[in-house]
């Protein structure tokens, strides 16, 4: 297809039929002119069109099979709404609705449980029955109610998720509803961000139809899951502005897409140290809540060193500092505490320590391609420097990789992290961070701030919230933090 201004370059879109990069369009009862118009303009960029809910059932035939045939001349795939066949089965006519898709010329089929109460055998047989038809299935994970929705934990979901793949469904649809305000997003329409990683971890990304009816979506959806994510329930006004998204054609994602230069990498827990280390390039560990502090203020103490240690029978030395879950080591001298240390006289010697998330990662991201430091807001502008002329020099990335509680989502990680990256505004950030206008609050508010609150350590957290108290970079070498000198790069 020809298009003007050939001669400004954008990142491409795979080719139809595509695999990846699928936008699926809701039809809420559109008429065939404005199919047409909307085929004219957007067709390219539109893999599949949801006859949403049962609007088949209400539409003149005349003007629903022109429509449909205007769609697949364009070699857009035209699927029944998931409510169809949940009506269809509560009437015992599902063979009928299947008759009736293929006389029209539909090529897919929608299998869900959004309000029908059916067993988990009844979906699967639903989902068995349409692929044996002939018909390319894709069945939807979540419930339209609200409440109903957020009684299905992560891992149940990701279980169906993988049922639903073996029992042949091609792709599996998150549920956000038209409103996007259910199941992978809040009720404000703000994505579920843990739900969200936990399942694109464990299922990956390129069989999942992420439901993503609004632009910020969208936006977070590309930057976040990358150009390539498949997105349905788009408006079809919206199929060529989500194209522009897709492509950097757009303010909103013309940095990541056209700047070249720095690149940012975001990981998470140990998996996330992994996948850093097998990148290599410049690593920076942040444990905001408290291990990266603690590292940061031994150094600019004059402490010679620190050791990080992965286990408490290990943390055996002239000083030794570690918990668990907050909690001090009973064989250990210090909590894993930055204010504690600060009161002490250790200028010369090596503190080892352990914690209970950031050693780990630490020890996790460190291989013969990468060079690990520890950054944090105590250290905030000092680790952007110190990573951006590593990475420039050496020409490799940057991964900011966020420890987590447990291996799970921080806010405090990604808030230390999203500081980092904004002090480095010219690189390109594969993913997105969030801000706070007030850290310490939000510090406090976290999980793992009001369980360090309620052990007695709010100076901690209220100290590892401030941004840029300390120069020292610590970096990883020969098994020992010591502070990062130019020399050095």
Known sequence: MRHPFAAIEYPGIPAKPRATAVTSVLDKGLGPGEVRDHVAIAGEWIDVVKLGWA??????????????????????????????LE????QNRVRELLDGARD?????????????????????????QARSAGFTVWSEVGKKDPDEDARIGIDDRVAAIARELEAGADKVILEARESGTVGIYDRAGAPAVEMIQRIVERVGADRLVFEAPRKEQQLWMVRVLGPEVNLGNVAPEEALSLAT????????????????GLEIFL?????????????????????????SATMIAALEM???????????????????AGERGGRKLPNCRHN?????????????KTLVLTSTNGIECLLSAAGPASTVLVGSTTNRRAVARAAGRLARKRGVPITLLMAGRNNQYAVEDALAAGEIARALPEARVHGELPSSAALEADFCASDSGRNLIALGYADDVRYCAQLDRSEVVPVLMKGQLIPLRHEQE
């Open 55 to 84: 609007t088949a059932r209400l539409t003149p035939g005349a003007a629903l099979r022109e429509k449909i045939d205007l769609y697949r001349a364009a070699g857009i795939r035209v699927c029944s709404g998931g409510t169809f």
């Open 87 to 90: 009506i269809a089965l509560a």
């Open 104 to 128: 029209l010329g539909l090529a897919m089929i929608e299998v869900s449980n959004g309000v029908h109460p059916m067993s988990e055998e009844d979906k699967l047989g639903l989902i068995a």
């Open 245 to 260: 998204l897709r492509t950097g054609l757009r303010g909103d994602t013309f940095r990541e897409m056209h700047l070249h």
């Open 267 to 291: 990981g998470l827990g140990i998996h996330g140290a992994l996948e850093a280390r097998a990148r290599g390039g410049v690593i920076v560990m942040i444990d905001a809540l408290r291990a």
């Open 302 to 320: 004059g402490m010679a060193a620190v050791k990080p240690v992965a286990s408490p029978e290990e943390c055996i030395g002239e000083v030794t």
């Open 336 to 348: 894993n505490s930055p204010l504690e240390l600060m009161r002490q006289s250790y200028a010369g």
